[in-house]
Structures are given as C-alpha cells and as structure tokens.
C-alpha cells in the first residue's frame, strides 16, 4: 500500500485542532509553513495582529486574516511611522475586519472625526477602543463611535483636549456595558459631563480622570453613588476634589482597589480615616502625595487597617512624622512599593517600616533629608535583600502608582 500524503488525511477541522493545541506562537507561525493550506489555516484562526500597513497592504490583511479579533495599529511616541495610520485606512478597516472586537489607535495622530465615524458604522460588535493621543478627534467623531459601537467596554481618550461633555452624554445614552474610561488630561470635561455619564454607564469599574482640572467633588460623589463596582479611580491633579469625594467614595465604593489622588490638597485626616476603614479589606495601591493636609493620624489607620496594600505614596506630605509607622500591631504589612519623601521622616521611622515589610521591592526616600545611605548604614537598618532604595532618584520607578 503506498503512502499517503497528511492532506489527503486529515480535514480541514481536525487540522484545526491541531493548531488550537499549539500555545507557544512560534510553534504557530511554524504550521504555517508548512504548505499554502495549512498557512490558509493558520491565517484564517489567527485572532490577534500588530501592524504597520497602508489601505492597499490592510485589503490584502483582511482577506487573509477574516477571524481577527484584535488589531493593534497603536504607534510609539518618539517613533511615530510616516504616514501613520489615516482615515483611509480607517475605512478599510471598518469594511475588512467584522469580527473585530478590539483597536488599539494610541498615537495615530493623524486621524480625524470622519475616520473614526466609519469605525462606528462599521464595527458594531467593537468593545475595546484605545483612541488615546489622537488629538484631532472631537465630540462629533465620538459620538459616532457610541452611537455605532454599543457594545463597547472600554474606551481610552487620553490626552483627546478636544473632547468635551458631548462625548460623556452619547456614552451614557448608547454604551451601557461601559466598564473602563480614561480621560487623563481632557481638561475640557466638567462635573455636568460626568454626572451625565454615570447616569447611563452605571457598570464603569475603571476611570482615569487625572489632571482633569474641571472635575470637583460634585461629579466624584455621583460617579461613587452611581458605580459602587468602581474599583480604579484616577484623580491626579484634581485640585477641586475634596473630603466630600473621598467620603462618597468610602460610603459606596467598598471594592474599591486603586485610588490616585496626588496633589488634590484639600482632602484631610477625616476622609482618609473613613476610607481605610470602609476599603480595608479590597484597596491595594493608593497614591496621596502633595496631599497637605494628610498627618499621622490618617496615614497610621491607612497602614494599621488596609493589610493588602501592596503600593502607598505620600510624597511631601509635610505633616507626616516617624509617629506614623509606630503600633503598627503585630501583623505583617504587604507593601511591596512605599514612596515617602516625607521631610520629616528619619531613619526610625523607616526601620520600623522595616520591621513590618518584609516583601518590600521598592522604597523611595530621596527627599527625606534625615534618610541618607550613610545614615541608615549607620542604624544598621537591613533592606530586603530584592529591595530596591531610592536615596538619590537614579533608579527607574515603578510605574503602579502612575
């Protein structure tokens, strides 16, 4: 009996299966060498794609990719490719690519409201969409986007100045599945915006509103009496928001596991103490530095309470002293990043962090006067042997609590 060629044996769905039970993607690429079938196989499954590609070269991707998924056109910031993607390319994307339900656009400078309004009318089952530096984009290409994609989960416009309260209110009228928002530097958005938005996209677990200078204490209390699902909130550089917020946000956001409100320095003790005893148990990584107001008392509840803290900044919180990391209580503390820079802080302050931080990976003390390499040599204090120290802002920092 003569042998038998594979194709001749195997279907096109048992190859297929064979392909399914590959988990490393070189192993992937790989099948696809094998003949112009099997490379038609591994095209057809092939669910993700990274890309830099004009309409002509994005046709032929489309035919050859039809299940993709994902698609990531996103583009580097020091490194942006000439064209880059454009609203011709848009359009065939949103023409080639039906089963598309993530775009990453970051940094696609060049597109405008009439490209992004055929994503719209083009990919309706889209629930991820990264628009992030795509700084000529307006209200009217956003609310396409909404209008077409109501399906969508998480959308990213940082960095987008042109949007403004329009495109809140088409999020809340057509995207009730929302789960994830940024919004970092849209400084033309207000309270109104989001007090609008919350009213239709009550499922947001993640907002990104850093350095949006225009949000106050009106628009975080409705966003936590609205979502009390919320678990990531980004408020760096909201200097109108106050105590009112963070009580809101201790009253009805008891899940609540990433809080970021550097430089808002008009949230107090009293706020921050209901905070740590109403999220005790979920919040992990809190960001309060240039929060004045912010002493020992709240900052010993924060530490004593909130046992799975891994991240905690209160960089030049002026008013914060040794006293702070004194009667911690006996149990074992799970900060892994701690910036002090507390002028106040010295080295017993920091040995006693020690003493409770076994796991810590990072610790930044650079602007602490009283804390120097020579000085905590001297107190023999004893660094975790994976432990990173930030005497003199040389190191790279991690970026959890950015």
Not at 137 to 146: E, N, P, Q, R
Request: charged share 25%.
């Amino acid at each position: 009996m003569g042998s038998l060629c594979i194709n001749e044996v195997l279907r096109d769905d048992e190859l297929r299966s064979i392909l399914s039970r590959l988990e490393d993607d070189k192993d992937k690429e790989r099948f696809g060498l094998v003949c112009k079938r099997w490379l038609h196989l591994q095209s057809t499954e092939r669910k993700k794609l990274s890309v830099r590609a004009g309409p002509h070269m994005l046709r032929k991707i489309a035919a050859r990719f039809s299940r993709l998924v994902e698609l990531d056109l996103s583009q580097s910031v020091s490194r942006s490719f000439y064209p880059g993607v454009t609203d011709s390319d848009l359009a065939v994307i949103a023409d080639g690519f039906k089963s598309l339900k993530l775009l990453n656009l970051q940094n696609c400078k060049g597109i405008t409201d009439a490209g992004i309004a055929s994503i719209g009318s083009g990919l309706c089952s889209l629930q991820s969409l990264d628009l992030s530096y795509c700084r000529k984009l307006t209200d009217k290409g956003l609310s396409a986007v909404a209008e077409g994609c109501q399906d969508l989960r998480s959308l990213h416009l940082a960095g987008c100045k042109s949007i403004t309260d329009g495109t809140l209110q088409a999020l809340s009228k057509n995207c009730h599945n929302l789960e994830e928002l940024g919004l970092q530097g849209c400084t033309s958005i207000s309270d109104s915006g989001v007090i609008d938005l919350v009213n239709g996209c009550q499922n947001i677990k993640f907002l990104d509103l850093n350095k949006c200078s225009n949000i106050g204490d009106n628009g975080i209390s409705s966003v936590s009496k609205s979502c009390s699902s919320l678990k990531t909130l980004k408020l760096l550089d909201c200097y109108k928001v106050g105590d009112k917020s963070i009580l809101s946000l201790a009253k009805f956001c008891k899940n609540l596991e990433t809080l970021i409100i550097g430089g808002c320095r008009d949230i107090s003790d009293e706020s921050i103490k209901h905070l740590a005893a109403s999220c005790k148990s979920s919040l992990k990584n809190l960001r309060m530095d240039w929060c004045l107001n912010i002493s020992d008392s709240s900052l010993s509840c924060i530490l004593s309470q909130c046992r799975n803290l891994e991240a905690l900044d209160i960089g030049c919180c002026e008013e914060v002293t040794d006293a702070a990391f004194q009667d911690l209580g006996e149990v074992e503390l799970s900060l892994k990043v701690l910036k002090v820079n507390c002028p106040k802080v010295t080295v017993v302050g920091i040995g006693n962090v020690l003493e409770k931080c076994a796991s810590l990976e990072y610790i930044d003390v650079r602007s602490c006067p009283h804390v120097t390499q020579a000085s905590c040599e001297e107190a023999g204090l004893q660094f975790p042997q994976c432990c990173k120290v930030n005497f003199a802002g040389c190191l790279f920092e991690p970026d959890v609590l950015l």
